[in-house]
DNA sequence: CACTTGACCTGTCCGC
DNA sequence: TGCGGACAGGTCAAGT
C-alpha cells in the first residue's frame, strides 16, 4: 500500500532510470488505468522526452516535454517498474521480486526509443494513469485539496496542530488519514506515528492538546524520514522502480505486529478497527477506550 | 456542513 | 481439496 516514503521511493528510482528517454510507443490493457491513452492523446506521448518525476502526496508526476504530465496513483496494489532493453534470452533480474514483465497484473505499459520499458501494474486496477497539460495539474480537484507536505521545511508542528482543527470532532486516527489535512499519510504511518507519540487512535482530535499534537507531528516525520531511508515499506505489493523491497516493515513497532511484544514496553500489541482501518496499537502505552481485538 | 460508510477490484487466507 | 467469506486499504460518492 503506497504512501507518502513508498511513492517516494519510487520517484528517486524513476528520477534515475527515466529521465532523458523517449517514448516510442503506450499502450493499456483497460481504459480504467489509463482512461485517456487515446489515439489522440498519443501524440502527446509518443516522441514525448521524460524531463521530470514528481511526487505531491501520494501521486507521481511523470513531466514530458510536450507540455503534458502523466498522473499516476498507484493506490494499493499498483506498482511502476522499469526493465532496461534485453539484449538476449528472457530473463529478469534475479534480485527483483517482479518476475517476467509484461504479466496478467500489467495494466499500462511505455515503452522508449531505446527498447526499455516502464510497466504499470496494479492488480486490484484502483490505480490510474491519466495524462494532463502541465499547467493544468495544480488544477486538479485532488491537487486543490490536499494538504501541506509533512516533510516540507515550511510546515511547521504548530501549522500542523492548527489544520487539525478542521476535523475536531473525528478520531485521530481519521484525522491523519483524510489527506486534506496533511498529505501522503495512509495505513502504516498512522499507526506508527500514533504508537510513537503515545496516543491512542480513537482520541477525539478536540481532546487533544497542542503539546500532544506536536509531538505525534514530530513522531510523523521521524517515522517517515526512516522509511524513506529503508526504501519503504513491503508488506504485500509494494515495490520500487527496480522491482525491489523496501524494508522499513522489519522495523515497525506496531504495524502488522499484532501478537507480538510492544518494543516499548512488552505487553502484547492488538489490532482492532478504527476508522474503517485495521489498527495496531499497544494497549498499555496507548491508553484509550477498550476495543475488541479483532 | 461534519462525519461515516460503502464501492471499487483481485488475490490470499481461514474455517468448514 | 473445494468453497464461501473476510480481509487487505486509498479515495471518492453516497448516506446519516
Redesign the pocket.
Known amino acids: 500500500?503506497?504512501?507518502l516514503p513508498e511513492v517516494e521511493t519510487v520517484r528517486t528510482g524513476l528520477e534515475r532510470l527515466i529521465v532523458g528517454r523517449t517514448i516510442a510507443h503506450v499502450s493499456s490493457d483497460t481504459p480504467?488505468s489509463f482512461p485517456n491513452a487515446s489515439a489522440e492523446v498519443s501524440q502527446f506521448l509518443v516522441g514525448a522526452q521524460v524531463s521530470d518525476v514528481r511526487r505531491r502526496?501520494?501521486?507521481l508526476l511523470i513531466d514530458l516535454s510536450s507540455g503534458h504530465t502523466l498522473v499516476t496513483?498507484?493506490?494499493?496494489?499498483g506498482q511502476l517498474v522499469y526493465r532496461g532493453e534485453q539484449s538476449f534470452g528472457a530473463g529478469h533480474p534475479t534480485d527483483s521480486l517482479v518476475g517476467e514483465l509484461p504479466d496478467?497484473?500489467t495494466r499500462v505499459i511505455i515503452e522508449f526509443v531505446d527498447g526499455s520499458h516502464l510497466y504499470f501494474n496494479d492488480?486490484?486496477?484502483?490505480g490510474w494513469m491519466k495524462l494532463y497539460p502541465t499547467l493544468e495539474v495544480p488544477n486538479i480537484?485532488?491537487m486543490r485539496?490536499v494538504g501541506p507536505e509533512p516533510l516540507d521545511d515550511n510546515f511547521t508542528a504548530s501549522a500542523f496542530a492548527e489544520r487539525f482543527q478542521?476535523?475536531?470532532?473525528?478520531?485521530l486516527k481519521?484525522a491523519l488519514?483524510d489527506?486534506t489535512v496533511v498529505a501522503?499519510?495512509?495505513?502504516?504511518y498512522?499507526d506508527e506515528a500514533l504508537w510513537g507519540a503515545k496516543i491512542h487512535p480513537t482520541c477525539l482530535?478536540?481532546n487533544l492538546s497542542s503539546t500532544q499534537l506536536e509531538l505525534l507531528f514530530a513522531e510523523l516525520q521521524f517515522v517517515l524520514r526512516l522509511s524513506i531511508e529503508k526504501g519503504g515499506s513491503t508488506?504485500?505489493n509494494y515495490v520500487n522502480a527496480e522491482g525491489k523491497r523496501g524494508s522499513y516493515i522489519d522495523f515497525a513497532r506496531v504495524?502488522?505486529r499484532e501478537g507480538q511484544a510492544c518494543p516499548r514496553c512488552g505487553s502484547t500489541i492488538i489490532?482492532t478497527?478504527v476508522?474503517?482501518?485495521?489498527t495496531h496499537t499497544c494497549p498499555v502505552c496507548q491508553p484509550g477506550q477498550q476495543l475488541k481485538a479483532?
Not at 166 to 171: A, E, F, G, L, Y
Not at 184 to 188: T, W
Open positions: 500500500m503506497p504512501e480504467k502526496a501520494k501521486v496513483h498507484l493506490k494499493m496494489t496478467k497484473s492488480q486490484r486496477k484502483f480537484d485532488f485539496r478542521r476535523r475536531k470532532n473525528t478520531s481519521a488519514l489527506q501522503g499519510v495512509g495505513n502504516i498512522a482530535v478536540k508488506d504485500r504495524f502488522r489490532k478497527r476508522a474503517g482501518r485495521g479483532l
